[in-house]
């Protein structure tokens, strides 16, 4: 089947569309600056093989976009299909889903209304997220849409690591909770190193693992025997690691201090705590983790800081989940940081002899791909696995659309 995924932000719209059968990937691309006052949007489109068209145009909003989106698939030099009537189903991701899915779902009007409700938990991204639905309802009408969402792999952790310890009537009533993200990519990665773990002649199905996603937003996940038990985000994407604009865990009486100490309103210090923190508000240089290792070489102490809270966060939380699951089988390195920066896994692994793991610091720094990074002799293994977010979303419409 042809798969069509689709991801919207607020002013993007991110398309990839698969053969499912062979898991070949057609064509990818991405619309950006949608609705720009005066602006134009550009548009960037990838065909398998082919060269890559890059190219601006007026875009007001989503429904647009998707019409380009389909028209460059179907006409002109980066045309993949014959006509539209090719797309078995479309794929979206959804931020947030809350409690009420904890798998992917072909969305009706009641999905709709759903996604809708828990726009109070992501009131950035699940809006977005429907208007992407929304088009592609409209631009191409009765084809199957599935709705595949970031927090649905957390839904199994058990309530001693989702619920936060305030009053109880704050769940109950606002649903505050740990509710995570990155789902899909935890979900893949973990299910490749349990495979890959099987390959090695040990136990896949019932391993320990701990997965790092480590992108632009950073988060970890503890998965035993397959289901996730605990995850660093939180109620929002805010908690947990050192990001690169985000802080991650930090004393919630710090908001209150510098409201008082320096006049901010929480708006201020919420925009502060998402935008200016973290490797950016910690190094002064950027919050890309190439430009701090460009800085670090240059000598620059604040940069060389904020490396060293970044990896030490990711450590203990690698600690923290060997406990909770009484061990640990693997760990493993996935996103842009995770998957290409070999220094911030040997800072990570570094201290970690103690659980078995021993790094082969040749796989670590030379190797390509997915990998193992550690010595056979080691009890515990670190894996680096690219994560592969949009064919699990094509994965997963395709099994909801066909039936299986
Ligand atoms: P997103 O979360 O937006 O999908 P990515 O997974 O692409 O982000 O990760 C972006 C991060 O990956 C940036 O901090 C970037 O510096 C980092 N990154 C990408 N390539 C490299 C590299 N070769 N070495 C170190 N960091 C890298």
Do not use: W
Not at 107 to 123: F, K, T, Y
Not at 244 to 249: A, E, F, K, V
Request: charged residues 20%; hydrophobic residues 40%.
């Amino acid at each position: 089947m042809r798969v069509l995924v689709v991801n919207c932000g607020s002013s993007s719209l991110k398309y990839q569309l698969f053969e499912t059968d062979t898991e070949e990937s057609l064509a990818s691309g991405l619309i950006e600056r949608i609705g720009q006052n005066g602006g134009h949007a550009v548009v960037h489109h990838r065909p398998q093989g082919r060269a890559e068209m890059h190219y601006d145009m007026e875009i007001p909003d989503h429904t647009v976009a998707a019409e380009e989106m389909t028209r460059v698939l179907c006409e002109g030099d980066g045309k993949v299909l014959d006509s539209l009537d090719e797309i078995g189903a479309i794929g979206h991701r959804v931020v947030h889903g809350g409690e009420d899915f904890a798998t992917s779902v072909l969305i009706d009007d009641a999905v709709i209304e759903c996604i809708q409700r828990n726009s109070s938990l992501a009131p950035l991204h699940n809006p977005p997220n429907l208007d992407g639905i929304r088009a592609c309802m409209n631009v191409m009408p009765n084809k199957p849409n599935v709705a595949v969402f970031d927090t649905a792999f957390h839904q199994t952790m058990p309530r001693r690591a989702y619920l936060y310890a305030i009053p109880r009537s704050f769940y109950r009533e606002l649903g505050v909770r740990r509710y995570g993200f990155h789902g899909t990519s935890h979900f893949y990665v973990a299910t490749r190193a349990a495979e890959m773990l099987t390959d090695m002649g040990r136990d896949g199905a019932n391993a320990r693992i701990v997965t790092c996603h480590l992108g632009n937003g950073c988060s970890m996940a503890a998965v035993k025997a397959g289901k996730c038990i605990d995850t660093t985000m939180g109620l929002t994407p805010l908690e947990g690691c050192v990001m690169g604009t985000r802080s991650g865990d930090i004393d919630p009486a710090i908001i209150p201090f510098l409201a008082q100490a320096r006049g901010l309103s929480f708006g201020e210090i919420d925009a502060i705590l998402n935008k200016e923190s973290g490797l950016l508000g910690l190094s002064g240089v950027s919050n890309d983790m190439r430009d701090i290792q460009v800085a670090v070489r240059e000598g620059n102490t604040d940069a060389e800081e904020a490396f060293q809270v970044f990896c030490y966060r990711v450590r203990k939380y690698v600690g923290a989940y060997a406990a909770a699951m009484g061990g640990l089988d693997a760990i493993v390195f996935t996103a842009g940081i995770g998957e290409n920066d070999a220094r911030v896994r040997s800072y990570v692994l570094e201290d970690l002899q103690f659980l078995g793991v021993h790094v082969d610091s040749d796989a670590n720094n030379n190797g390509r791909g997915d990998r193992l990074l550690t010595t056979p002799d080691s009890r515990c293994v670190a894996f680096v696995i690219g994560t592969k977010e949009e064919l699990v979303i094509a994965r997963q419409t395709e099994a909801i659309c066909s039936g299986a």
